[in-house]
């Protein structure tokens, strides 16, 4: 049964009447202040104005945390290939996320100019909402993270996102999320043609210094 809610959000200009959106969901029992720091450290921030939103994920029990109550888009029941999903969970909060692009398309901005970002569970939420998307979307970035239900993307990816610019980035000493289950993400995306840019740090589940120079990088040649 769905349980569908609004998310309540932290939002944050980086100057006059912005042009362009960034939603960043963050990881599992974190909230959506974990990454506002880090407006920050990117040079864009400087040159765009640029509305920053970060959303916080409902509060739900996690199976893998022994069923405890956090933050999370969704349950988790294991983490490797074979676990089974919460799809319904993953869809609802695909579904909260779809909305704060319609709020963002109902304030003035261009949806080419929304960019859905995210780390670990948020990053994947990131590339759940973002390649399903029904309007064009300036791009996706997913740090530290895995595409779920990859099952159902063949016959739900929308056309319009086919050429979406994809960041996809992950820690080589990652003990939370493998790797290797981002690495069979990012093939799984290729193999359906999508634009990736793939990066590997030295280290853990985390980001790190030159994680986020590549992203803002990478920022300022999406966003024009």
């Known amino acids: 049964m769905s349980k569908y809610r609004p998310l309540s959000?932290?939002?944050?200009?980086?100057?006059?009447?912005?042009?362009?959106?960034?939603i960043w969901m963050h990881g599992l029992g974190a909230d959506g202040n974990d990454f506002v720091p880090i407006i920050n450290e990117f040079e864009i921030s400087l040159k765009k104005p640029i509305r920053f939103i970060f959303p916080h994920a409902c509060e739900r029990p996690v199976t893998i945390n022994g069923g405890y109550v956090m933050?999370?888009?969704?349950?988790?029941?294991?983490?490797?290939?074979?676990?089974?999903?919460?799809?319904?969970?993953?869809?609802?909060?695909?579904?909260?996320?779809?909305?704060?692009?319609?709020?963002?398309?109902?304030?003035?901005?261009?949806?080419?100019?929304?960019?859905?970002?995210g780390f670990s569970q948020g990053g994947a939420?990131?590339?759940?909402?973002?390649l399903r998307q029904g309007n064009k979307?300036?791009?996706?970035?997913?740090l530290?993270?895995?595409?779920?239900?990859?099952?159902?993307?063949?016959?739900?990816?929308?056309p319009?996102?086919?050429a979406?610019?994809?960041?996809?980035?992950?820690?080589?000493?990652?003990?939370?999320?493998?790797?290797?289950?981002a690495a069979a993400s990012k093939e799984k995306l290729m193999q359906a043609h999508y634009t990736m840019e793939w990066h590997e740090y030295a280290?853990?589940?985390?980001?790190c210094a030159e994680e986020i120079n590549d992203i803002d990088l990478w920022l300022q040649r999406i966003l024009k």
């Open 137 to 142: 979307l300036g791009g996706i970035m997913a």
């Open 125 to 130: 939420m990131a590339l759940q909402a973002g």
């Open 144 to 158: 530290s993270c895995y595409l779920p239900l990859p099952e159902s993307l063949d016959h739900e990816a929308q």
């Open 9 to 22: 959000v932290i939002e944050i200009e980086t100057g006059p009447e912005p042009a362009h959106t960034i």
């Open 71 to 117: 933050r999370a888009w969704y349950d988790i029941y294991g983490i490797s290939s074979g676990s089974p999903e919460d799809e319904t969970g993953i869809r609802d909060s695909q579904k909260a996320i779809d909305a704060l692009i319609e709020n963002e398309l109902q304030r003035g901005i261009i949806s080419t100019h929304i960019i859905l970002a």
């Open 203 to 207: 280290m853990e589940h985390s980001v």
């Open 160 to 162: 319009v996102n086919a």
């Open 164 to 181: 979406i610019p994809i960041f996809m980035a992950h820690g080589v000493y990652d003990a939370v999320v493998p790797i290797a289950l």
